[in-house]
């Protein structure tokens, strides 16, 4: 029985690092339904990969209920646009941020919008000289937004909304989150206090 024990406590112990390791070199994704937000930050650089299955614009961002929020919209109305903008009010279209004084800080890296999906990769600096963008910190965690729409044209209310609060952004390898927390955290902690039980 002891020897039995002993077996179950390694298989356990095998388990946990199996899965740490796995889940620790997995890349740091929002989950927005079936659209994905992948980041990574490097050198003050946050490089964001949207993957959205929708025939019309998708939007990320950060803020409360697009009051006062720092949106970026992608659209290809015949030619693939990356515009910076902000949100004051909520139902109207967030305004460019030059068209508020302020800056374009999102450049494109890749990819874009081709039958029916969007793969597309932009890039900012997490901090900017323009008061329209987020000062973002890296380790911190914001309120994060994504929407996608009926059209390319960006004149209408979204199609579907999502409202996340509490999302951290960090060079450090989270592994998914889509609003409830960390998917990482949540399986370390399973996983951990099952051994801990049986060991003790």
């Given amino acids: 029985m002891e020897k039995q024990n002993r077996m179950i406590k390694q298989l356990l112990c095998v388990l946990g690092l199996l899965v740490a390791v796995s889940l620790a070199g997995s890349p740091n994704r ?3 339904g079936p659209h994905t937000v992948t980041y990574t930050i490097t050198n003050n650089i946050l490089q964001v ?7 019309g614009w998708v939007a990320f961002g950060w803020g409360d209920s697009m009051i006062n929020s720092d949106i970026v919209v992608v659209r290809n109305d015949g030619t693939l646009k990356v515009e910076d903008r902000f949100s004051t009010v909520r139902g109207v279209a967030p305004l460019l941020d030059v068209a508020q004084g302020g800056t374009q800080d999102w450049t494109l890296v890749t990819g874009g919008f081709q039958n029916g999906a969007w793969d597309v990769t932009i890039q900012r600096t997490l901090t900017t000289s323009d008061n329209k963008d987020y000062q973002l910190i890296n380790g911190k965690r914001y309120d994060t937004l994504f929407a996608i729409g009926n059209e390319m044209s960006f004149t209408q209310k979204h199609k579907f909304f999502w409202e996340y609060e509490d999302i951290k952004y960090s060079d450090e390898q989270l592994g998914d989150q889509d609003g409830a927390g960390s998917k ?4 370390f902690t399973i996983v951990f206090t099952i051994i801990f039980y049986v060991i003790m």
Wanted: aromatic share 8%; glycine share 0%.
């Fill in 184 to 187: 990482l955290t949540a399986i």
């Fill in 30 to 32: 929002i989950l927005f």
């Fill in 49 to 55: 990969q949207i993957q959205a299955n929708n025939n």
